[in-house]
């Protein structure tokens, strides 16, 4: 009678189980179990022998293994009390003084252990619980929770006290069968076929009643399906507790991430404000640096006029000096003796202004000024002595709050009067509250937050125009013929707004016209020079072409119109080695900067392929596709850490700014970069599907297009570049494209 009450309560509940299964689908249990059973054998082998469980025992870590295993372990360990867990390496003591049976079995092991059989009656047949015997032909019995073969089945139904017993043949077992396997109730380890029924609050263990009877009388003992079902409360409970606390701590990890945007922000605004008062006064000593050059000017000036006319004077009586000369010469050499003593009124002259006495120029008098410039020493010492400022460090919230009184000659709403003088009051969550009070009690008010963001009802209108960008042109499709696109990976334009785009799967680069018009094509499939495997990066320098030719590991150059010029770099760990190449670009002073994936660095190299240094230091990055240079930073798409990470021109890392995810800010394998004509950082966000605007800072602007093929949509987008009118070119691994926005 107590076969059969256990029996039928397990067919009872069971069809509990199956009403309250219909908020599930019906077919997604039957999708699972299928899944679980082809995938079983994962789950019933042991890590360390690799051999099916026998005697499945549990460490507190929740990892299993062969009892055999484990006193294997622990003999070869050299100590008892404790035992090293081969999966998680975390040392725990072993209770009942270093008994290994004292750790509990895993049931949940041995029911599918029960139920592996089932799965191999086809191959390897089932061996019957009576006769010992393998028969493909079997029957599983949910009772005796034994295999019978087709010969004993008889004897096993023969026998009186089995005939309420529930025995199925294998073959035909559906998936609830499978399902009443897995829920068989589990046995006593001490006691065979007596069923765990009890637990015990003194000793925290599981009973039959035997035990219960036997080793444990006189302690307080409840049901194990009451205890079970306060454990799972108490489970549940924990769960809940690390919940919130996981989204206390993720709070305040967003709220971090945002103060330290804030604090970014603050010293860049410093830094603009120093150099503003520099350039001011820089200006100002320009002022009167030209102000005292006036003055010279003007002093100079009569001066030299002088002095001018007095130069001309004197040119012009020299000229008359020399025509004199000239006249002599001739006479002395065409006139006799008695022609050059006839008279002559110009020889008279001559030999009258021969006895008058030569003028003179007075360089030392009245004409000649002398000046020169005394400096302000005083002026000087005191700029050499003093600083421009000083960096005064204040709270974020009392620089919200300074703020906050900045924004208090608002004019008030049409309709109120809000004369007297406002007042700035402290709310608790953090913000400010403006309060003007009117003549007759009426009271305007305003919020600010503190992250400087205006609530509903705020009288303060913040003007935000978001940038938009507008797909207008797109080309190319997926194929292998001139024109036609087959994964594309880098692009870059040149000076003449040519387009260069390097592809993956058809091994060439491709030149287009910023109307999308096919130019030409150059490389094949090879290692020799001037072909390419897998090409990714590309860059425009000087008129020549340089693609970073990944599968090959090297730098390829070539001229514009693809003709082979040299190259550098192979496979390897070393500074000049590369190993999977990815984006280029060039930095300021004409050097290659690469970007060498799988060797996790950034690299610059001479156009010559002579390796230069690195940007950052080892382990700064996970897996790095792209690195450009803007102003006095270097900014590199880290795509296995999901980030941008910005370092200062000697290649020290200063800050990152985004992480895994896909709200505003956040991003799924960034891919390449690029600037626009606004001086903002354009990220391809690709498994995103979507391109990022930010500030230089790491403020998130905007962003544009989402999953799919449409116009202005994307799938992986993966790399950019600007046109001299401003327009972007955006290359889509998924979609072999080129799109143009506006």
Same mark, same amino acid.
């Given at each position: 009678?107590?076969?059969l009450r256990v029996? $039928?309560?397990?067919?009872?509940?069971?069809?509990?189980r199956?009403?309250?299964r219909?908020?599930?689908?019906?077919p997604a249990?039957?999708?699972?179990?299928?899944?679980?059973?082809d995938?079983?054998y994962?789950? &019933?082998?042991?890590?360390?022998?690799?051999?099916?469980?026998?005697?499945p025992?549990?460490?507190?870590c929740?990892?299993?293994?062969?009892?055999?295993c484990?006193?294997?372990?622990q003999a070869?360990?050299?100590?008892?009390?404790?035992?090293l867990?081969?999966?998680?390496?975390?040392?725990?003591? $072993?209770?009942g003084?270093?008994?290994?049976?004292?750790l509990?079995?895993?049931?949940?092991?041995?029911?599918?252990?029960?139920?592996?059989?089932?799965?191999?009656?086809?191959?390897?047949?089932?061996?019957?619980?009576?006769?010992?015997?393998?028969?493909?032909?079997?029957a599983?019995?949910f009772?005796?929770?034994?295999?019978?073969?087709?010969?004993?089945?008889p004897?096993?139904?023969?026998?009186?006290?089995?005939? @309420?017993?529930?025995?199925?043949?294998?073959?035909?077992f559906?998936d609830?069968?499978?399902?009443?396997?897995f829920?068989?109730?589990?046995?006593?380890?001490k006691?065979?076929?007596?069923?765990?029924?009890?637990?015990?609050?003194?000793?925290?263990?599981?009973?039959?009643?035997?035990?219960?009877?036997?080793?444990? @009388?006189?302690?307080?003992?409840?049901?194990?399906?009451?205890?079970a079902?306060?454990?799972?409360l108490?489970i549940?409970?924990?769960?809940?507790?690390?919940?919130?606390k996981?989204?206390?701590?993720?709070?305040?990890?967003?709220?971090?991430?945002?103060?330290?945007?804030?604090?970014?922000?603050?010293?860049?605004?410093?830094?603009?404000?120093?150099?503003?008062?520099?350039?001011?006064? *820089?200006?100002?000593? @320009?002022?009167?640096?030209?102000?005292?050059f006036?003055?010279?000017?003007?002093?100079?000036?009569?001066?030299?006029?002088?002095?001018?006319?007095?130069?001309?004077?004197?040119?012009?009586?020299?000229?008359?000096d020399?025509? @004199?000369i000239?006249?002599?010469?001739? %006479?002395?050499?065409?006139?006799?003796?008695?022609?050059i003593?006839q008279?002559?009124?110009?020889l008279?002259?001559?030999?009258?202004?021969?006895?008058?006495q030569?003028d003179?120029?007075?360089?030392?008098?009245e004409n000649?000024i002398?000046?020169a410039?005394?400096?302000?020493?005083?002026?000087?010492?005191?700029v050499h002595?003093?600083?421009?400022?000083?960096?005064?460090?204040?709270?974020l919230?009392?620089?919200?709050?300074?703020?906050?009184?900045?924004?208090?000659d608002?004019?008030?709403?049409?309709g109120?009067?809000? #004369?007297?003088?406002?007042?700035i009051h402290?709310n608790?969550?953090?913000?400010?509250?403006?309060?003007?009070?009117a003549k007759?009690?009426?009271?305007?008010?305003?919020?600010?937050?503190?992250?400087? !963001?205006?609530?509903?009802?705020?009288?303060?209108?913040?003007?935000?125009?978001?940038r938009?960008?507008?797909?207008?042109?797109?080309?190319?499709?997926?194929?292998?013929?001139?024109?036609?696109?087959?994964?594309?990976?880098? *692009?870059? &334009?040149?000076?003449?707004?040519?387009?260069? &785009?390097?592809?993956?799967?058809?091994h060439r680069?491709?030149?287009?016209?910023s109307?999308?018009?096919?130019?030409?094509?150059?490389?094949?499939?090879?290692?020799?020079?001037?072909?390419f495997?897998?090409?990714?990066?590309?860059?425009?320098?000087n008129?020549? *072409?340089?693609?970073s030719?990944?599968?090959?590991?090297?730098i390829?150059?070539?001229?514009?119109?693809?003709?082979?010029?040299?190259?550098?770099?192979?496979?390897?760990k070393?500074?000049?080695?590369?190993?999977?190449?990815?984006g280029?670009?060039?930095?300021?002073?004409g050097? $290659?900067?690469?970007?060498?994936s799988?060797?996790?660095?950034?690299?610059?190299?001479?156009l010559?392929?002579?390796?230069?240094?690195?940007?950052?230091?080892?382990?700064?990055?996970?897996?790095?596709?792209?690195?450009i240079?803007?102003?006095?930073?270097? *900014?590199?798409?880290?795509?296995?850490?999901?980030c941008?990470k910005v370092?200062n021109?000697?290649?020290?890392f200063?800050?990152?700014?985004?992480?895994r995810g896909?709200?505003?800010?956040?991003?799924?394998?960034?891919?390449c970069? #690029?600037v626009?004509?606004?001086g903002?950082?354009? &990220?391809?966000?690709?498994?995103?599907?979507?391109? !990022?605007?930010?500030?230089l800072?790491?403020e998130?602007?905007?962003?544009?297009?989402?999953?799919?093929?449409?116009?202005?949509?994307f799938?992986?987008?993966n790399?950019?570049?600007?046109l001299?009118?401003?327009? %972007? %070119?955006?290359?889509?691994?998924?979609?072999?494209?080129?799109?143009?926005?506006?």
């Amino acid at each position: 009678m107590s076969k059969l009450r256990v029996s $039928i309560g397990e067919i009872k509940y069971t069809k509990i189980r199956c009403v309250h299964r219909k908020k599930w689908s019906l077919p997604a249990v039957i999708m699972d179990i299928k899944t679980f059973l082809d995938n079983i054998y994962e789950h &019933v082998c042991c890590p360390v022998c690799t051999n099916r469980f026998t005697d499945p025992k549990q460490l507190p870590c929740l990892h299993s293994f062969c009892l055999h295993c484990l006193q294997r372990i622990q003999a070869t360990s050299g100590t008892r009390d404790t035992i090293l867990c081969p999966e998680c390496r975390r040392n725990f003591t $072993i209770p009942g003084n270093g008994d290994l049976n004292t750790l509990p079995t895993n049931f949940r092991l041995n029911s599918l252990l029960d139920a592996l059989p089932v799965t191999e009656c086809k191959t390897s047949g089932v061996k019957c619980g009576n006769c010992d015997k393998r028969r493909q032909e079997s029957a599983y019995c949910f009772t005796c929770c034994s295999f019978w073969c087709h010969e004993c089945l008889p004897l096993h139904n023969g026998i009186k006290t089995f005939k @309420e017993h529930h025995a199925l043949a294998l073959k035909d077992f559906g998936d609830e069968d499978f399902e009443n396997i897995f829920k068989q109730p589990t046995f006593c380890t001490k006691h065979e076929k007596k069923e765990l029924e009890l637990f015990c609050q003194i000793c925290k263990t599981t009973l039959c009643n035997s035990c219960a009877l036997i080793d444990h @009388e006189g302690h307080a003992k409840i049901t194990l399906e009451d205890a079970a079902k306060e454990q799972r409360l108490r489970i549940n409970r924990a769960i809940e507790s690390k919940r919130r606390k996981v989204q206390k701590k993720a709070t305040r990890t967003a709220k971090l991430g945002e103060k330290c945007t804030q604090v970014q922000e603050h010293a860049e605004r410093v830094k603009s404000e120093v150099q503003q008062l520099t350039d001011n006064l *820089i200006a100002t000593i @320009e002022a009167k640096k030209n102000k005292i050059f006036d003055e010279v000017e003007k002093t100079a000036k009569p001066c030299l006029e002088r002095l001018g006319d007095k130069s001309q004077e004197i040119e012009e009586k020299m000229k008359r000096d020399q025509t @004199e000369i000239e006249k002599c010469d001739k %006479i002395l050499k065409r006139s006799t003796n008695a022609q050059i003593m006839q008279p002559n009124e110009f020889l008279d002259q001559l030999f009258r202004e021969e006895s008058e006495q030569e003028d003179t120029v007075d360089f030392d008098g009245e004409n000649v000024i002398d000046f020169a410039f005394e400096r302000n020493g005083e002026l000087f010492n005191y700029v050499h002595a003093e600083q421009l400022g000083f960096l005064k460090r204040k709270s974020l919230r009392l620089r919200e709050k300074e703020s906050a009184k900045e924004l208090l000659d608002f004019s008030p709403k049409s309709g109120q009067d809000c #004369s007297s003088k406002p007042q700035i009051h402290d709310n608790k969550d953090g913000s400010y509250k403006i309060s003007y009070f009117a003549k007759e009690t009426e009271t305007c008010q305003a919020s600010v937050k503190v992250n400087g !963001q205006h609530v509903r009802g705020s009288p303060f209108k913040t003007k935000f125009k978001p940038r938009l960008f507008k797909p207008v042109l797109s080309f190319g499709k997926r194929g292998s013929a001139p024109g036609m696109l087959n994964f594309p990976r880098g *692009i870059a &334009v040149n000076d003449k707004d040519e387009i260069a &785009v390097a592809e993956c799967d058809n091994h060439r680069i491709q030149i287009f016209l910023s109307d999308g018009t096919h130019l030409r094509s150059f490389g094949t499939q090879g290692n020799k020079q001037g072909q390419f495997k897998w090409p990714t990066g590309i860059t425009f320098y000087n008129n020549n *072409i340089i693609v970073s030719d990944s599968g090959n590991h090297r730098i390829q150059i070539f001229d514009d119109q693809g003709e082979y010029l040299k190259q550098f770099g192979k496979n390897g760990k070393l500074n000049h080695q590369l190993d999977r190449p990815s984006g280029l670009s060039i930095d300021r002073d004409g050097n $290659i900067i690469v970007a060498d994936s799988n060797n996790n660095s950034i690299k610059i190299f001479t156009l010559d392929g002579q390796y230069l240094r690195r940007i950052g230091a080892e382990g700064s990055f996970i897996y790095p596709v792209h690195c450009i240079q803007h102003d006095n930073y270097f *900014i590199v798409s880290d795509t296995g850490d999901d980030c941008i990470k910005v370092f200062n021109k000697q290649g020290k890392f200063l800050y990152d700014f985004g992480m895994r995810g896909d709200g505003d800010g956040e991003l799924d394998t960034p891919n390449c970069l #690029s600037v626009d004509k606004a001086g903002h950082l354009l &990220v391809c966000d690709s498994s995103n599907h979507r391109l !990022q605007v930010f500030k230089l800072n790491g403020e998130s602007i905007t962003k544009f297009g989402r999953s799919g093929k449409e116009k202005g949509k994307f799938d992986r987008p993966n790399s950019t570049a600007v046109l001299s009118d401003g327009r %972007i %070119i955006v290359t889509e691994f998924h979609n072999h494209r080129v799109q143009v926005f506006e």
